[in-house]
């Protein structure tokens, strides 16, 4: 019998975690910089708390994990995406009371959705995530798409540009859905099971077909921006004016609706153009949203936000030659003469560690010419070489390995002796 992973999802190896790390210190260091916190919402939440009335998504409608607990009618969903439980906890924790709105927080972890594995997207996928909740103005708009901006910049992706259009307020989607239910209703009945369905729930997301986004219908379905209310057209404009007053490049989109039901006015999608990223090619994406609040039980209050696929933004990396990652080198590596004095090397081992240092040793009792070798593959700054003389006088050799100097110093002295060391290289280092 064999073991293997569930389709659709993924080992992340010691090997390759590395990448993770430094995208997620990054993260949080950008977050840092914009006043954005930290929150961790469950994995599972309550199924109605995604799936909200008649909505077209196919993430609702087709993707979600959801299951009933045992000898219970309780409806539990893995969470395919952040936002909604973020504005769930929102409102649960009454953080739209705080004195200091809008509420600025960010999430990294695991979405589940079941749908077809492909390139940059499995059915397990890591999201970095920001929600701002509790203000609506169009700097806000141009603030989270500058962080992700500022983000995929600071990595060095350079083939990336932003796709923005506006959705509108609510009069001007009223308006757009009669004027796209008009120009479908005689070719409606040819078109994908999909696009039926969305005719009646959500005719915008007519546009996000992936089937028949070539029919000539579709060509000459009527733009969202030809029924735009003043304020709406006004909101979209100051956003357009942050972005170009940040020099943030970006095209107008008018087939651009997103995925969720969700959206209102801003929304965006920020894509790479290089070709290894073939169709997969969107980093981040997300937009404003009013309602959500409300539907949860609180006031009248908008937000905004956006994900990223980690998995896909690794990909964009590896499609521009950019190295994530690399192995962090040892500090030192303890070598034992033989297996009798194991013990006299481990607790040198843990001396070194309490000092701060990155530290390992042989555990396989190896030559010295093969823990030699672990000293290679590891990148050790130091050896430390446990031989007989410990036994004899206590002392042990401190031996740094880019110039093969070395000191004989006491067992208990050997953190003293690699701070001496580590400071001398510092010092070389600056002259």
Same mark, same amino acid.
């Given at each position: 019998m064999?073991? %293997? ?7 992340i190896?010691?090997?390759d975690?590395?990448?993770?790390h ?5 993260i ?36 979600m ?7 219970s ?13 973020v ?28 749908e077809?594995?492909?390139k ?16 609506k ?34 009069e ?27 005719y ?7 546009l ?6 070539e ?21 979209? %404009? %100051?956003v357009?004016a942050?972005?170009? !007053? ?14 969720l039901?969700y ?16 169709? %997969? ?10 309602g ?47 297996e009798?004095?194991?013990?006299q !090397? ?43 003389k410990?036994?004899?006088d206590?002392?042990i050799?401190?031996k ?28 070389h280092?600056?002259?």
């Open positions: 064999s073991y %293997q992973m569930p389709k659709g999802t993924q080992d190896l010691p090997k975690i590395s990448k993770w430094q995208l997620e210190d990054l949080k260091q950008f977050c840092y910089v914009y006043d954005y916190q930290e929150i961790r919402t469950p994995i599972f939440e309550h199924t109605n708390v995604f799936k909200r009335g008649n909505d077209s998504s196919d993430m609702v409608n087709k993707e994990y959801t299951f009933t607990l045992d000898n009618s309780t409806s539990l969903t893995l969470r395919p995406e952040g936002t909604a439980g504005a769930r906890s929102f409102v649960e924790n009454k953080m739209y009371g705080y004195s200091d709105l809008p509420v600025k927080l960010y999430y990294v972890g695991p979405q589940f959705r079941h077809r594995p492909q940059g997207r499995q059915r397990i996928f890591n999201q970095f995530g920001i929600e701002v909740l509790g203000a103005n169009p700097l806000l708009d141009v603030e989270t798409i500058a962080l992700g901006w500022s983000f995929v910049s600071a990595l060095g992706l350079k083939d990336m540009k932003v796709l923005i259009n506006t959705l509108g307020d609510d001007t989607r009223s308006a757009y859905r009669i004027a796209l239910q008009n120009h479908f209703k005689n070719d409606i009945e040819n078109m994908c099971g999909d696009c039926k369905r969305r009646h729930q959500n005719p915008l997301r007519i996000d077909c992936k089937v028949d986004h029919l000539e219908i579709m060509k000459t379905a009527p733009k969202m921006s030809d029924y735009l209310t003043a304020d709406s057209k006004a909101y979209f %404009q %100051q357009l942050g972005l170009d !007053a940040l020099d943030i490049p970006y095209e107008i989109d008018d087939r651009l609706v997103r995925g039901d959206y209102t006015h801003t929304v965006f999608e920020v894509v790479s153009v290089n070709e290894q990223m073939g169709s %997969q090619s969107t980093v981040f994406a997300g937009g404003r949203y009013d959500l609040v409300e539907y949860f039980g609180g006031p009248e209050m908008s937000g905004i936000g956006w994900a990223m696929g980690l998995e896909r933004l690794i990909l964009a990396c590896e499609g521009e030659g950019i190295e994530l990652g690399e192995d962090a080198a040892l500090d030192a590596y303890v070598l034992c003469s033989n009798n004095l194991s013990l !090397a481990f607790k040198a081992l843990t001396m070194i560690r309490a000092g701060g240092y990155r530290s390992d040793m042989d555990y396989l009792n190896r030559s010295f010419k093969a823990q030699f070798k672990s000293v290679d593959r590891k990148h050790a700054t130091f050896a430390i070489l446990i031989d007989e410990v036994l004899e206590g002392t050799t401190v740094k390995i880019a110039d093969k100097s070395q000191l004989i110093v006491k067992l208990e002295d050997v953190v003293d002796a690699l701070d001496q060391m580590f400071e001398d290289d510092h010092d280092h600056e002259e």
